[in-house]
């Protein structure tokens, strides 16, 4: 059996853009995303998936306007983790990327900034974590996904 390295699983969102390549282009850019894999069909982008370095995903696709996962572009908002937002926004506004919040302090204890890409979704970026997790249990569930497709 062939041994895989995967991403870790877990929820990756789905964006589709009237201008894919434009969209990637900004996410890896301007961002700080990176290209993990790129399929083309009749010249448009079918299925990006780019990395964010601190852990997570997001696919990207061409917007064709119809069929079963069809959403108009530029209507999502999403959430990053990063260690360093006040970096981020430095690079990102010195880019010239649209500003929706300057960086924040929140009273749950985040650092904050929002953006909005070129489609108009809704970025934002903090070092909050969500609440923290209770201690695992004695007894410790594999879920690892190693090896499946």
């Known amino acids: 059996m062939e041994n895989r390295h995967y991403p870790p699983a877990g929820v990756w969102a789905g964006l589709q853009s009237?201008?894919?390549?434009?969209?990637?282009?900004?996410?890896?850019?301007?961002?700080?995303?990176?290209?993990?894999?790129?399929?083309?069909?009749?010249?448009?982008?079918?299925?990006?998936?780019?990395?964010?370095?601190?852990?997570?995903?997001?696919?990207?696709?061409?917007?064709t306007g119809s069929g079963l996962w069809a959403r108009e572009p530029g209507s999502a908002q999403l959430n990053v983790y990063?260690?360093?937002?006040?970096?981020?926004?430095?690079?990102?506004?010195?880019?010239?990327?649209?500003?929706?919040?300057?960086?924040?302090?929140?009273?749950?204890?985040a650092r904050s900034f929002g953006l909005r890409d070129p489609d108009g979704n809704l970025w934002g970026f903090s070092d909050y974590r969500g609440q923290p997790l209770a201690p695992p249990a004695e007894e410790v569930q594999d879920v690892s996904f190693e090896g499946h497709a």
């Open 18 to 63: 009237r201008d894919a390549r434009g969209l990637i282009g900004f996410l890896t850019g301007t961002v700080g995303f990176t290209t993990h894999a790129l399929y083309e069909a009749g010249g448009d982008v079918a299925h990006a998936e780019l990395l964010w370095p601190e852990g997570g995903l997001v696919m990207v696709s061409a917007w």
């Open 82 to 109: 990063t260690h360093h937002p006040d970096d981020l926004y430095r690079t990102v506004a010195a880019a010239g990327a649209d500003i929706i919040q300057e960086p924040t302090d929140t009273d749950y204890g």
